[in-house]
């Protein structure tokens, strides 16, 4: 078995290091199975090759898109080929045909990115939207949301080409009786296997077995087993007039028959509708089923259904606590019901007949009904629903089992009633949230996988489960697939001769099982593989750093369930995560950083600390914390990242470049007692051959330290000054501007001043940030306590505002979470009270809009790039509230990803290139295109980044605003 020899042909990539291996040995599943290589395809002759080799070694391949499948498709033994990375291409579209052709690696949200040109779009969409590829669409048969009038992947797949197991090109597409019976005459395994299907499915008890026992036709949402009852729909087998086509039994095979590189998709166009989409509150789940019927009168776009305990989780995720505005009350379910019409006034009389009916029945007690653009915020709190139950403490979790169960919708409260009397047989709670409007449940019982008896659970809840779906003649799988999760149970649902039928169908595609061996047929037990062994105690390590929330530094790696919203491409919403915008590499995701943690603390415990593994897999994180409000599942990978470097550096020594950069509040301190000597020297050539050594890039300048730096200005400014009142609030001059840009601090001082604010210095100026970005905990934790302990003798509950981002935010984040008892009540005080200057004056003149009159009337318009901190800790329109206190400002928020300096990080030789690569995904683009425009930018380290890239000046927002001052003398 010879990788060598194949990666001396192969165009692509193919990892075989730990760390490569370790991130791609799960998936969203509650499985793991490490693979022998990685394989990165570029074009479809790496995959000709790939199945070649395979072939003649018996080696598995495995196609894998975004790895969000729940059921364990992407999880095995063998090769991992991920076709995300490079085969991302959109080949052809054809507007007045309506089709696209693209490569399997497309992002869904890309793809219909892309079509809005063409007024077109591709209609299944999932939650996942925003990272899942078209390829995983059509291996899973994905559905979404709006299933109920645009259907499956299925209904939507025209055609495939791709290879067989025999490493042969096909192309299936639609064909009439004369073409189908041309292709059963090919000498080749294509020939066999129409000759295979046509011997089976001719034959007329075998087609009464098929339609007698498969799931009701009439559900929309059906993926168990093979599709072979779709099959039978068509000229060729007489239950219908249309052509016969593989593709239907392509989509939701989940790799298992052929390797899929080319895909022609059915469109849709894009129609000039409103919509509107009413949330109808319940006491309990039993009136949100009952009241989905009777919504389903009114012919709605969608129907879903949110149960309390994901309501609840929502309140513990910084992103999805701004999507809570249109939450009544404490409700036991919400149904989210969707309807499109031609103007807004159609929309609400549909939606007052229904709350009518639904107020005649007494059913509900609240049904607010919203408009875009809030609309989206919600579908965005209902799509993170996943990620939010991980949330949930401790060991015992709701977990993926019988989350993906159809039945006709007529049965639905039949079948709840029966479900919860079988977990009540078991002391088991549940969370429910659903494709309602179709039939799709996602249930999700809470057990511990961790225990002997749990993992027991898991096979018995599976089982007893498949046999009450065959009652209610249900599919156990609607949308997720069968994977190792639910193969097993194939059998009870479809019956031993039809599952007969799909075992023979595979041996004919794959004779040697090549293609995602282990699933759908000849399966792998659903209870090995997990990924906990019974009875893993979890490793209790003492850390700097507050954990206790997630009981522990370990429980909260194992919060990341594998959803792979840090797989989110530059251009959609949010900012996690840079490093894998920038490359597509898998290892660059929060997921994989987790799963690489998880991996090594479970086998080494806190020789895990020592693990240069982890330590690789650190080094592209850029502590850009948007994984602390996006992740659904609240992992913090700054967090964690600092935790293990204090601990790596205990084993290790501390390396001088990270000592320079943590330490520079102090260097900045002795050079400030001569600027103009300690500027000259770090630019001098000996100095900057001396920082080259060190590991800085060449391309880089240290900032210049200003003239006269904060302190000095303030004293000479102090004297003048007599002062009898308490402040109203604390300024917060960080170690950034007190020393590189004083003059911040001087307009905010003005600012504050000029609207009324009595102002004091705070009685501390460095923040504790570099050390935290170096992994310098424990002296950060000592200079926090010191911070505190000063603050404590002065400070009465007044505002603390503060000019840079990532200093002011450390006083929100850090300062609580390494403070211990009463510090730590102290620090959360602190918390409530510290404001961003943009965000204080913004809500200042929300309270105070005489304070406008301050400014000038002159027109403006400002454009913002927001630092990543405000982006995951604050919001960025208070920046637009604060620079749109003159009346005629106008403010626009740039969509951008991050900058890519992250402090240090782009300064440093070996992240250089990653750190323009990341830059240019959005910021300098658009700063370019705007360079002869006002652009604000807060960040400190993003004004320095762009300067670099562009040359283009940018400035704080408080020089803008006190710019904008009446009666200013400059």
Not at 345 to 371: S, T
Request: hydrophobic share 35%; charged share 25%; net charge neutral.
């Amino acid at each position: 078995m010879n990788l060598h020899q194949l990666q001396q042909d192969f165009s692509g990539d193919i990892l075989v290091d730990d760390n490569s291996l370790v991130a791609y040995q799960t998936d969203a599943s509650a499985y793991s199975q490490r693979p022998m290589a990685v394989a990165y395809p570029r074009n479809e002759k790496d995959i000709e090759l790939l199945i070649h080799w395979a072939s003649q070694n018996n080696v598995p391949i495995i196609a894998r898109g975004a790895g969000t499948s729940l059921a364990g498709q992407v999880v095995g033994q063998g090769i991992v080929v991920d076709i995300s990375r490079y085969m991302d291409a959109i080949l052809e579209v054809n507007p007045a045909e309506r089709y696209v052709w693209v490569e399997p690696g497309v992002v869904l949200d890309q793809l219909n990115q892309y079509l809005k040109k063409f007024r077109l779009f591709f209609a299944p969409e999932t939650s996942t939207a925003n990272r899942c590829t078209i390829g995983g669409m059509v291996g899973n048969n994905a559905c979404g949301a709006h299933s109920l009038i645009y259907g499956s992947t299925r209904d939507h797949l025209i055609e495939v080409k791709g290879y067989l197991s025999d490493g042969s090109y096909v192309h299936f597409k639609p064909l009439n009786l004369d073409e189908f019976n041309q292709k059963m005459k090919l000498p080749d395994l294509e020939g066999k296997i129409y000759k295979q299907l046509y011997e089976q499915l001719s034959q007329p008890l075998i087609q009464k077995q098929i339609l007698d026992n498969y799931p009701d036709p009439a559900l929309k949402r059906r993926n168990t087993g093979y599709a072979i009852d779709q099959l039978l729909y068509n000229t060729v087998f007489g239950h219908g007039d249309e052509p016969f086509n593989f593709c239907k039994l392509i989509a939701g095979s989940e790799g298992t028959l052929m390797f899929v590189t080319r895909i022609k998709l059915n469109l849709l166009p894009l129609e000039d509708k409103e919509v509107g989409l009413l949330c109808a509150h319940f006491d309990t789940l039993e009136q949100a089923i009952q009241a989905n019927l009777i919504a389903l009168q009114f012919r709605p776009d969608a129907i879903e259904l949110i149960d309390h305990t994901i309501v609840s989780c929502t309140k513990n995720n910084i992103e999805q606590q701004r999507n809570r505005f249109f939450i009544h009350g404490d409700p036991g379910a919400i149904l989210l019901i969707e309807f499109s019409d031609y103007s807004r006034e159609a929309i609400k009389h549909r939606c007052d007949a229904l709350v009518e009916k639904l107020q005649q029945e007494n059913l509900g007690y609240a049904y607010p009904l919203f408009f875009p653009p809030e609309i989206s915020r919600i579908w965005e709190l209902r799509r993170a629903a996943l990620g939010l139950l991980t949330n949930i403490p401790g060991d015992a979790k709701p977990v993926s089992l019988v989350e993906d169960n159809a039945v006709p919708v007529q049965n639905l409260q039949d079948y709840i009633a029966e479900f919860k009397a079988l977990l009540k047989q078991y002391n088991l709670d549940c969370v429910f949230h659903a494709h309602i409007a179709t039939g799709e449940l996602h249930t999700r019982p809470v057990i511990n996988l961790k225990t002997l008896e749990g993992q027991k659970l898991f096979r018995k809840v599976g089982t007893e489960t498949a046999r009450l779906v065959k009652k209610y003649r249900g599919s156990i799988s609607g949308e997720h697939g069968d994977g190792r999760l639910r193969s097993e149970f194939i059998p009870i649902v479809i019956g031993e001769d039809n599952y007969r039928l799909c075992k023979m169908l595979k041996n004919t595609w794959d004779p040697n099982h090549i293609f995602n061996p282990g699933k759908i047929t000849d399966p792998v037990r659903m209870d090995e593989h997990l990924r906990y062994a019974p009875g893993e105690i979890t490793p209790e390590i003492k850390t700097y750093f507050d954990f206790s929330d997630t009981l522990g530094m370990i429980r909260h790696i194992e919060q990341c369930n594998g959803s792979a919203d840090c797989r989110k491409l530059s251009g959609t919403s949010g900012i996690m995560c840079p490093s894998y915008r920038a490359t597509k590499n898998e290892k660059l995701t929060t997921r994989a950083r987790a799963n690489v943690m998880r991996e090594y603390f479970r086998t080494r415990h806190e020789n895990a600390f020592a693990s240069p593994e982890i330590m690789e897999i650190l080094g592209e994180c850029l502590s850009c914390k948007g994984c602390k409000s996006e992740c659904p599942s609240n992992v913090d990978m700054t967090k964690l990242k600092a935790e293990f470097l204090q601990h790596y550096y205990d084993h290790k020594g501390i390396p001088l470049r990270t000592l320079l950069f943590a330490y520079l509040p102090e260097i900045y301190k002795i050079g400030s007692i001569n600027p103009w000597i300690f500027n000259k020297l770090s630019g001098s050539k000996l100095t900057r051959r001396i920082l080259n050594w060190l590991g800085i890039a060449p391309q880089r300048q240290l900032p210049a330290l200003a003239r006269v730096n904060f302190g000095k200005w303030y004293r000479q400014q102090n004297k003048q000054r007599k002062r009898t009142n308490r402040p109203t609030l604390w300024i917060f001059v960080d170690e950034f501007t007190y020393y590189l840009e004083p003059q911040l601090a001087q307009y905010a001082i003005e600012v504050l001043e000029a609207v009324g604010e009595t102002v004091e210095i705070l009685p501390f100026h460095v923040s504790g940030r570099t050390y935290l970005s170096k992994g310098m905990v424990r002296k950060s934790q000592k200079l926090i306590c010191y911070n505190l302990s000063k603050l404590q003798k002065v400070w009465r509950g007044e505002p603390i505002v503060g000019i840079e981002p990532s200093a002011l935010l450390t006083l929100r984040d850090e300062y609580v979470d390494l403070t211990r008892g009463d510090q730590q009540n102290f620090a959360k005080n602190i918390k409530q009270q510290a404001y961003l200057i943009e965000e204080y004056l913004g809500k200042l003149a929300m309270e105070r809009p005489e304070i406008r009159q301050k400014f000038t009337q002159d027109k403006k318009t400002i454009y913002v790039h927001a630092h990543c901190y405000q982006k995951s800790l604050s919001n960025p329109q208070l920046i637009a509230k604060m620079l749109e206190i003159p009346e005629n400002y106008r403010v626009q928020i740039l969509k951008t990803d991050c900058c890519g300096m992250a402090g240090s990080f782009g300064y440093e030789s070996e992240h250089y290139e990653l750190s323009m690569k990341i830059g240019d995904l959005s910021v300098f683009p658009q700063v370019r295109m705007l360079s002869h425009e006002l652009i604000a930018v807060p960040g400190t380290s993003c004004r320095q980044q762009i300067f670099d890239a562009t040359r283009v000046v940018t400035i704080h927002p408080i020089e803008i605003l006190r710019n904008s001052l009446n009666n200013l003398h400059l």
